[in-house]
């Protein structure tokens, strides 16, 4: 079976089970926080995939990886996905949930990346242009440096891509003189 369809479905039933107790912006903030350890932790999920170490701790390491509290959706759905014998899908299923979540409610990824840490007006206002072309979707702000843009900017909304950056004016116009 598709490897995508079964953390698709139980994302879903999460999601679906969150939005009736009222928690599903709790279990949000829950699986974005796992997802991220997921990306940033080495061995993480070496260490969820390997069956010489026991359930309940692999239970414990994802609860406190998430920030959830014992007995919450998050921990029964952890229980019932070891049930199930799909510990092993939990990084998928957290990116699913998340994915599923910015969905519903709206949210938009804005990534901004400069070469050098900007003023935080100049922030603000590279997020009300986003905003005003988003047209009133929620959106959930990231920055970065990067030296390597050497000026500029670039702006990442969702799979967007603007690049501002003299990095890419630079391979631009390279491009055009080679050819």
């Given at each position: 079976?598709?490897?995508?369809?079964?953390?698709?479905?139980?994302?879903?039933?999460?999601?679906?089970?969150?939005?009736?107790?009222?928690?599903?912006?709790?279990?949000?903030?829950?699986?974005?926080?796992?997802?991220?350890?997921?990306?940033?932790?080495?061995?993480?999920?070496?260490?969820?995939?390997?069956?010489?170490?026991a359930i309940d701790d692999k239970e414990r390491l994802l609860l406190k990886v998430s920030g959830a509290q014992k007995d919450g959706s998050l921990d029964k759905f952890i229980f019932l996905v070891d049930k199930h014998s799909r510990i092993t899908m939990m990084h998928a299923m957290a990116l699913a949930?998340?994915?599923?979540y910015r969905e519903a409610c709206g949210i938009s990824q804005v990534e901004i990346v400069t070469a050098c840490e900007l003023p935080e007006k100049q922030i603000k206002e590279i997020t009300a242009t986003v905003e005003k072309y988003l047209d009133g979707r929620s959106l959930e702000i990231?920055?970065?440096?990067?030296?390597?843009?050497?000026?500029?900017?670039?702006?990442?909304?969702?799979?967007?891509?603007?690049?501002?950056?003299?990095?890419?004016?630079?391979?631009?116009?390279?491009?055009?003189?080679?050819?």
């Open positions: 079976m598709n490897d995508g369809l079964i953390p698709n479905r139980y994302a879903k039933a999460l999601y679906k089970h969150a939005c009736e107790v009222g928690e599903a912006a709790e279990v949000y903030g829950q699986m974005k926080s796992m997802a991220q350890c997921f990306a940033s932790v080495e061995g993480l999920k070496a260490t969820i995939d390997n069956p010489f170490i949930y998340v994915k599923l990231s920055t970065s440096i990067d030296p390597d843009l050497i000026g500029g900017f670039v702006v990442k909304v969702d799979s967007v891509i603007l690049d501002a950056s003299v990095k890419n004016e630079l391979k631009k116009l390279r491009l055009k003189l080679l050819s």
